[in-house]
């Protein structure tokens, strides 16, 4: 098993920063990619950024240019860099990773999420 802890979430004002952190512990064997996620009330769980064992990242466009996700693989931890925060970005983060394990089978695993709220 894998467990995924993030923190770094809370309330900061709008044009305001955050940075959230994901620490994967456990039978961690190859993890392929982290990647965070986030889920508004209401609204369907998105993918916001990810990246992949090499220095590869993703973003989602309404992230790009304020977000910057890093990654360690030596300690299995992801960074989300938060800036000039939007109300709109409020929601529940949710750190992901993607593990291959040792029968090559490819797994899926998320922490329980941290909330990020921001205000006018």
């Known amino acids: 098993q894998v467990q995924l802890v993030e923190s770094g979430g809370g309330l900061v004002q709008a044009g305001g920063s955050l940075r959230l952190s994901c620490a994967a512990s456990?039978?961690?064997?190859?993890?392929?990619?982290m990647a965070w996620y986030r889920q508004a009330p209401g609204k369907q769980r998105e993918l916001v950024a990810t990246i992949s064992s090499g220095v590869s990242a993703n973003y989602a466009e309404s992230v790009k240019g304020r977000f910057l996700i890093t990654r360690d693989s030596a300690k299995n931890t992801v960074w989300l860099q938060m800036n000039s925060l939007k109300p709109e970005d409020t929601a529940v983060y949710y750190c992901?990773?993607?593990?291959?394990?040792?029968?090559?089978?490819?797994?899926?695993?998320w922490g329980q999420g941290t909330q990020v709220t921001v205000s006018s």
């Open positions: 456990g039978s961690t064997y190859s993890i392929n990619a």
């Open positions: 992901n990773a993607k593990v291959l394990h040792p029968d090559a089978t490819l797994y899926t695993y």
